[in-house]
């Protein structure tokens, strides 16, 4: 690995989280908050600007990527933002223990939206703010957008590109790697704008509650200003607007760039898609037949409800208008299931992501015709093209780890929970860059009453799930340090 690349390029990153922060130094002194306040998120964003100019100097010289190196980039880089963002927390004392403010920016980077914070209303706009941009930034990616403003990254930009992006394959909608970012980041903006106005204009939310759940809902990462979350709004104007735009958070964005470009008839011609929208739809039904017949709600109430809750879980936002741990059994069971699917490639939802669901049900129904068979040639397609064998196996593989993680943390986090249950979403919510689970960390819950060698793990867990398994777990192997 190239340690003088990967550390310059680091420091660019730890820059623009110091500058962010700075800006939310701004946010505080807009509205009026103490001095003290102010002086401890300026203090953050200096001491983050510092160090990035301090790296940068130490490393300067040309940035030439391998692939090996944007793994580094992506995971070290990832890493130092997550101590330097967890300083307004500790700065404020809005967060005293280290390790519960690592928890609290780990999860708001990886859009996973935990929480170890309660009484959310007591918290300064300031800090709310932060943790909403923590999301936003995450949610496209805050080395994404390096190669976006950066012109000088796009020699190595594709490794940057390739490590941090969610999903199987990458999309270039042009042949220059930092003007499919622009791109990309551009699409994503014009998003959190409309939502914004929607929320602020037709939602009636006060224009901060607006924007801060604007980046947290296009983040697909659920931090709400208000400890009932959306629910907290008693709006059906507000669920319906935060579930479209969590809807379309879920579907891979080169599809939206696409469609604003004068070309909505990807949508339906891509396969992923058909079958996020179907799946949805269906559990969108069960769901709410079960709240109806359970007599939990009227029927458009149990229609909203099912919508905002199914469209929140599988897109792993994690906002919550109702307590659906208290449902029927076959509900949390059904999305404790949904937890496993996730967005599309290419959105900013989590979790194994739909495109891989929906090769290995291909593939699955591919061997039962086969054994029935064993003759036949049957290649699984996903949209008219055979899918290569390659990515089969990369796959499967990724299938393989991805539920080998859940069950070994799964079985970490007995030792530091109270039930089964509450361990076993504790880690696909985190994994899957969720949010809430069931039970002691279900939806009207939060993750304080865990301890911090526990908080820890489970901020382990949230960086593997956002990287995808492979970006993290390379840098345990030996021959990753060779050159």
């Known amino acids: 690995m190239n340690r003088r690349a990967v550390f310059q390029l680091v420091s660019y990153l730890t820059l623009v989280i110091g500058l962010a922060m700075l800006g939310c130094a701004g946010v505080s002194w807009f509205y009026q908050e103490p001095l003290a306040l102010r002086l401890s998120l300026v203090s953050a964003g200096a001491l983050a600007v510092a160090f990035a100019l301090l790296l940068g100097w130490l490393t300067r010289g040309p940035v030439n990527l391998s692939r090996r190196d944007g793994f580094g980039v992506v995971t070290f880089g990832w890493l130092t933002v997550t101590v330097f963002g967890s300083l307004p927390y500790l700065f404020s004392g809005v967060i005293s223990h280290p390790v519960s403010a690592l928890f609290e920016t780990m999860s708001g980077f990886t859009t996973t939206g935990a929480s170890v914070l309660s009484d959310l209303e007591s918290i300064p706009r300031s800090i709310h703010f932060w943790r909403a941009l923590t999301n936003w930034f995450g949610g496209m990616g805050v080395l994404v957008l390096c190669v976006a403003i950066l012109p000088f990254l796009g020699v190595g ?160 936002t994690g906002f919550a208008t109702a307590d659906f741990d208290q449902w029927p059994e076959a509900v949390r069971i059904l999305l404790v299931g949904m937890m496993f699917f996730g967005g599309c490639a290419g959105s900013t939802g989590g979790s194994m992501k739909i495109v891989r669901v929906y090769i290995i049900v291909k593939m699955m129904v591919r061997e039962i015709k086969v054994f029935m068979r064993p003759s036949a040639v049957m290649q699984p397609k996903l949209g008219g093209k055979p899918i290569e064998p390659v990515i089969i196996a990369h796959i499967c593989a990724f299938f393989a780890i991805f539920v080998l993680v859940f069950a070994l943390g799964s079985f970490i986090m007995t030792f530091f929970t109270p039930n089964l249950e509450t361990a076993a979403t504790s880690v696909i919510a985190t994994l899957g860059n969720i949010g809430p689970g069931l039970n002691a960390v279900g939806a009207t819950q939060n993750y304080a009453a865990i301890p911090p060698v526990g908080q820890a793990f489970l901020t382990f867990l949230m960086l593997l799930g956002r990287l995808e398994l492979y970006t993290v777990l390379i840098l345990f192997l030996p021959s990753f340090w060779k050159r």
């Open 157 to 316: 930009g594709m490794q940057i590109f390739r490590a941090e992006m969610p999903g199987p394959s990458k999309d270039r909608l042009t042949p220059r790697i930092t003007t499919t970012a622009k791109l990309l980041w551009g699409v994503y903006l014009l998003l959190s704008v409309a939502e914004a106005l929607l929320l602020r204009f037709v939602g009636g939310m006060g224009w901060f509650d607006a924007v801060c759940h604007t980046f947290t809902t296009m983040a697909t990462g659920g931090f709400s200003t208000r400890s009932a979350s959306i629910g907290a709004f008693d709006s059906a104007a507000v669920d319906w607007i935060v579930t479209f735009f969590m809807f379309l958070a879920g579907i891979n964005f080169s599809l939206h760039y696409r469609a604003l470009t004068g070309k909505p008839g990807y949508y339906l011609r891509d396969a992923e898609f058909r079958f996020y929208a179907l799946l949805l739809l269906i559990v969108i039904g069960v769901v709410t037949v079960n709240i109806y017949v359970a007599g939990l709600a009227p029927l458009g109430d149990s229609i909203r409800q099912a919508a905002f809750t199914t469209v929140s879980i599988v897109t792993t």
